[in-house]
């Protein structure tokens, strides 16, 4: 027996979907995708167009995504980067083109209204955000939304060797359900979002990742090595060596390292059960 399709992947909802999904998905309509990107520096992702409705995963500015129709304010739409489908804030999304030119690199920047350090930001971007160039004035970009200090960005394409040190520089920083940028992150999002800086896919969710992530190391936990991940039933983190894990996680409220055995002792006992799997990306 098939089984249905995965809503968060599916671009379709009772009320409309995707043209493509017509006699395989039933919906009231059916509409052609429009190429749209992100210019908000993060915009939430929900589940429905309220912004009472949870985070399901953020996007950030650059990102390219699929839109098919406006409700209540917000854009019914499909990320690129990863098939995630829900609703984003209508103002957060502008025209596909010009596509991005470089990456922020630095855990955080300043948006400038002027070449100059000294004048009062308007707004930030953070790890992963690609920004568009349109010139150069000294040390910094200039970019549709503001000045940036070029030297915490690199060119399109640019990858980070090692993912577990993307990871490492990101300790503390607060868990946040949903999500994915260096102001807040849950645990598959810290996950995706270090391969996805070192130039490697990977879903947004837990379960998907140790669906489709890799393969499976030795079957022996003493031979997991830096980068191996960890998973439970609705949880994830990655080895920095063979002892070490570091995870966002809702007992610290952060990103942060542990030895994997107090970690699968404490996870047993209080939340997710036992490890379900082991995967090297």
Not at 48 to 63: F, H, I, K, M, N
Not at 160 to 185: N, Q
Not at 186 to 200: E, K, T
Request: glycine letters at 12%.
């Amino acid at each position: 027996m098939t089984p249905p399709p995965d809503p968060r992947l599916t671009p379709a909802r009772p009320h409309i979907a995707d043209a493509r999904l017509q006699g395989s998905v039933p919906a009231a309509r059916y509409v052609e995708g429009q190429p749209r990107r992100v210019v908000a520096a993060s915009a939430p992702l929900r589940r429905t167009p309220s912004p009472d409705s949870g985070t399901e995963t953020e996007a950030v500015l650059g990102d390219a995504v699929t839109a098919y129709a406006e409700e209540e304010g917000h854009t019914f739409v499909q990320l690129g980067r990863d098939g995630y489908v829900g609703y984003l804030p209508a103002g957060s999304l502008g025209p596909p083109d010009p596509e991005p030119t470089h990456l922020v690199t630095a855990l955080r920047t300043f948006l400038y209204p002027a070449p100059d350090l000294k004048r009062p930001p308007h707004g930030h971007l953070g790890l992963g955000a690609r920004p568009t160039a349109t010139g150069r004035s000294g040390a910094y970009l200039e970019t549709p939304g503001g000045f940036v200090f070029a030297g915490h960005c690199r060119e399109t394409g640019h990858t980070e060797p090692d993912p577990a040190a993307t990871a490492e520089r990101l300790v503390g920083i607060p868990y946040l359900w949903g999500g994915r940028t260096s102001l807040g992150l849950d645990c598959s999002g810290l996950v995706q979002l270090c391969l996805h800086l070192a130039g490697r896919d990977c879903p947004r969710d837990a379960d998907m990742q140790e669906r489709d992530l890799g393969t499976a190391p030795p079957d022996d936990p003493a031979r997991l090595v830096r980068g191996d991940l960890v998973f439970w039933r609705g949880h994830v983190g990655m080895m920095l060596d063979g002892s070490r894990l570091i995870h966002a996680n809702g007992h610290h409220m952060a990103v942060a390292v542990e030895p994997l055995a107090e970690a699968r002792a404490r996870i047993l006992a209080h939340s997710y059960g036992a490890v379900t799997s082991f995967r090297r990306p």
